[in-house]
């Protein structure tokens, strides 16, 4: 059983910068996809970007340019690097990994088994 534990949100004016961190704990195979989506009220879930264990990153249109997704110094964390926020990024922010695919599968919610509970960005204008 694979557990995620996301950090490291907070609220932060626009054109500011946050970093989320994740720990995951538990067996994964070696080929492994880990990710982040996010959720505003009312919305949908939404891809925002991952890394494949080989390094390979994948990133949503509005993530390019912005965002930085990366692992940490041990195996089992990921980070995302968020620049120049803007409100509409504003969402929970939801750490994400599976082992099924060979690299990170398409970015639809149900490609991933393992979530974390959340971590809450708000950002004001």
């Known amino acids: 059983q694979v557990q995620l534990v996301e950090s490291g949100g907070g609220s932060v004016q626009a054109g500011g910068s946050l970093t989320l961190s994740c720990v995951m704990s538990?067996?994964?195979?070696?080929?492994?996809?880990m990710g982040w989506f996010r959720q505003a009220p009312g919305k949908g879930r939404e891809w925002v970007a991952g890394?494949?264990?080989?390094?390979?990153?994948t990133y949503a249109d509005s993530a390019k340019g912005r965002f930085t997704v990366s692992k940490g110094n041990a195996k089992n964390t990921l980070n995302l690097h968020m620049n120049s926020l803007e409100p509409e990024d504003t969402a929970m922010y939801y750490c994400?990994?599976?082992?099924?695919?060979?690299?990170?599968?398409?970015?639809?919610?149900?490609?991933?088994?393992?979530w974390g509970q959340g971590t809450q960005v708000a950002v004001s204008s």
């Open positions: 994400v990994a599976d082992d099924r695919f060979l690299g990170c599968p398409s970015s639809q919610p149900g490609n991933f088994r393992w």
């Open positions: 538990g067996y994964i195979d070696d080929g492994h996809c």
């Open positions: 890394i494949y264990s080989d390094g390979r990153t």
